[in-house]
């Protein structure tokens, strides 16, 4: 299963660095991705990164901001989140799915999920 970690509370510009740790698996399928979840707001596509040649892909609300990455040999996945915002407020989960050959934005495409990070930006 995944595993993530960092969330917390910080004030509006500030920093927060997620983790999402593999366990019982090896995390090296093509795709592996971040959304997140605001109150009463659907899923939403945040980072994504392709194990295969390393490109990553960002939410257009994010681009600038956040930056995905990945260290093999620790068996995860990070979401850097630099100058935050109030709106960036979510449960953050990463997600993989061995089946996906290319990168999907839509959390119906992806099976395997963390149980989430809380980020709270205050204003």
Same mark, same amino acid.
């Given at each position: 299963?995944?595993? @993530?970690?960092?969330?917390?509370?910080?004030?509006? &510009? &500030?920093?927060?660095?997620?983790?999402? !740790?593999?366990?019982?698996?090896?995390?090296? *399928?093509?795709? @592996? =991705? +971040?959304?997140?979840? !605001? %109150?009463?707001? @659907?899923?939403? &596509?945040?980072?994504?990164? /392709?194990?295969?040649? =390393?490109?990553?892909?960002? !939410? $257009?609300?994010?681009? =600038?901001?956040?930056?995905?990455?990945?260290?093999? #040999?620790?068996?995860?996945?990070?979401?850097? /989140?630099?100058?935050?915002?109030? @709106?960036?407020? #979510?449960?953050?989960?990463?997600?993989?799915? %061995?089946?996906?050959?290319?990168?999907?934005?839509? #959390?119906?495409?992806? $099976? *395997? +999920?963390?149980? =989430? #990070?809380?980020?709270?930006?205050?204003?």
């Amino acid at each position: 299963h995944l595993v @993530e970690s960092g969330g917390g509370l910080v004030q509006s &510009g &500030g920093s927060l660095k997620l983790s999402c !740790a593999a366990s019982g698996f090896t995390l090296d *399928y093509y795709v @592996e =991705g +971040w959304f997140r979840q !605001a %109150p009463g707001k @659907e899923r939403e &596509g945040v980072s994504f990164i /392709m194990n295969s040649d =390393g490109s990553t892909y960002y !939410a $257009d609300s994010v681009k =600038g901001r956040f930056t995905i990455s990945r260290d093999q #040999a620790k068996n995860t996945v990070y979401l850097q /989140m630099n100058n935050l915002k109030p @709106e960036d407020t #979510a449960v953050y989960y990463c997600a993989t799915d %061995p089946r996906l050959r290319y990168v999907s934005f839509d #959390a119906d495409d992806y $099976d *395997y +999920w963390g149980q =989430g #990070a809380q980020v709270t930006v205050s204003s």
